[in-house]
């Protein structure tokens, strides 16, 4: 479709024209370059989400293209079931279908960690079932720099600072892709009005006992005094670039020291003693992906107290994100914890 072509298509259903077919063809493009016939669109309700439905929606007049649209209902909140079905019928009036999961699965700590892990598993499972092998989140450019924030208040080193990455492999077979990230959430909150009309509004997003909404409600004064988001996104786009260059090194650390079989990993202890901390912190995520398939990395003051448990004379053996660590001749052994 020529830009000419997808400004007529897009001027019904956006008032503010120009500056929202330009986000447009930016996300046509990245998903052009991805390439895939079959997506899975992760829903919330919020305007994010939302404006990322449009978009896709929107996607499908240039591409033959199949989006499936799956909502996680956590059940967390009292109104969760109704909300759920109130996004439904939101994107019914747009012949848009939404699958409704339920997770009836219990969270009683970490609320928000644990429901992301969760997500994530179910809406694998999905793309299992259905050969769906790319997810796309709504993601955007304030999360980016909450997400930066959050990782520097708990002392990440480059990694964690370079924040999300655009495409990631989530395992083998399935691909994470956040092709709003570069984009601001006011855009976002304006496709997803001109197009809907309205979206879902998250209690948990205005809560003060998360980090996320504490530096969230940070943004205003930051700006305030001319510290912009933009230019903090520029900082962790170029620190992403570094970190691209420390994957490639980290990889091959990794192969030379960790062997995995029989659901169990196998470290080089004595190999292992020679990293830097920031390797040995990796190298630990790593390992324990392997046995436990978690997309995120363990925060690192969890995985610096094991480093340090390990370097003792008398360490038998200690837990880790669902895995048992304990030496074994010349080797650092992990397997999964029995529950």
Known sequence: MSKKNSSVNLKNNFKDFQD??????????????INKKKYLVAVSGGP????????????????KVKFHYVLVDHNIRKNSHQEAKKVGSILKKKKIDLKIILNKKKILRNIQSEARNIRYDILKNYCLKNRITTILTAHNLEDQVETFFIRLSRGSGLKGLSAMKPLRKID?????????????????IRISKNTFGKYIKDPSNKDEKYLRTKIRNLKKPLENSGVKY????????NLSFSRSTLDNY???????????RNNQVKINFKKFNK????VKIALINQSIKKIKKNYYDLRSRKVENLIKNLSRNNFKKSTLGGCIFFKKDSNLCLKQEKL
């Not at 994470?176 to 976002?188: A, G, I």
């Not at 933009?230 to 786009?237: D, H, L, M």
């Not at 990293?275 to 920031?278: G, S």
């Open 20 to 33: 929202l077919t330009n986000i447009f063809l930016n996300f046509k493009n990245k998903l052009d370059s």
């Open 48 to 63: 994010d989400s939302l404006a990322l439905v449009a978009l896709t929606n929107e996607y499908k007049n240039s591409k």
């Open 172 to 188: 083998s077979k399935l691909t994470l892709c956040r092709p709003l990230l570069d984009v601001r959430k006011n855009f976002l």
């Open 230 to 237: 933009e230019q903090i996104f520029k900082s962790i786009q």
């Open 250 to 260: 980290f990889e091959k650390i990794f192969k030379k020291l960790i062997n995995v």
């Open 275 to 278: 990293l830097n901390n920031d």
